[in-house]
């Protein structure tokens, strides 16, 4: 049985993401833990989403500080970044929607900071040539972070596999669409 805070919130944010309306006792049962554990860990649905999308945050920082500093190649960072795509997929998905987030103004700061980073780093790939440079920056991480949620959408759906996930966003983001 899950009672670490972190696997329960790695459990319960696809719960909430498929289900907006997820009770305490619902997103317990999807998360294979009972309701007592589920609010000794998180007394109130407020505190669960708050501190899923602390999580969230926190993950896309830690890629995002990762990808900084790395000196690779540009293509292995746009790379890596890709393939850890699930966090900037949650960030759309629950944090810029999530009522019980957005009324936190240093979440929405947070997040914020978080897109500017990624725009930084899709403007690093334009000038080493990896992606457009007739669009821009901001257009193509606001795509990123679209085809990231889609796949991860589709990956709960069981509509994609979670491998298939990050080369079908990469070729999307290198390669556009074009046949």
Not at 51 to 73: N, P
Request: with cysteine; net charge negative.
């Amino acid at each position: 049985m899950r009672t670490d805070a972190t696997e329960v919130l790695e459990s319960a944010i696809p719960i909430l993401a498929k289900d907006r309306a997820a009770s305490m006792q619902s997103i317990a049962t999807r998360s294979g833990i009972s309701r007592a554990t589920l609010v000794r860990l998180f007394p109130t649905r407020q505190h669960l989403v708050q501190a899923m999308a602390q999580k969230i945050l926190d993950d896309c920082d830690r890629i995002l500080t990762r990808a900084e500093a790395d000196t690779a190649a540009m293509e292995h960072v746009l790379t890596a970044l890709v393939a850890d795509y699930p966090p900037f997929a949650q960030l759309w998905n629950l944090v810029y929607v999530e009522p019980d987030v957005l009324g936190i103004p240093e979440a929405s700061a947070r997040a914020e900071t978080i897109f500017t980073r990624t725009v930084e780093l899709i403007q690093r790939g334009q000038d080493a040539g990896l992606l457009r440079k007739d669009m821009p920056a901001t257009w193509l991480a606001s795509t990123f972070c679209g085809l990231a949620e889609t796949a991860w959408e589709l990956t709960l759906e069981g509509h994609m596999g979670q491998r298939q996930a990050p080369d079908f966003i990469a070729t999307i983001l290198l390669r556009g669409a074009a046949a």
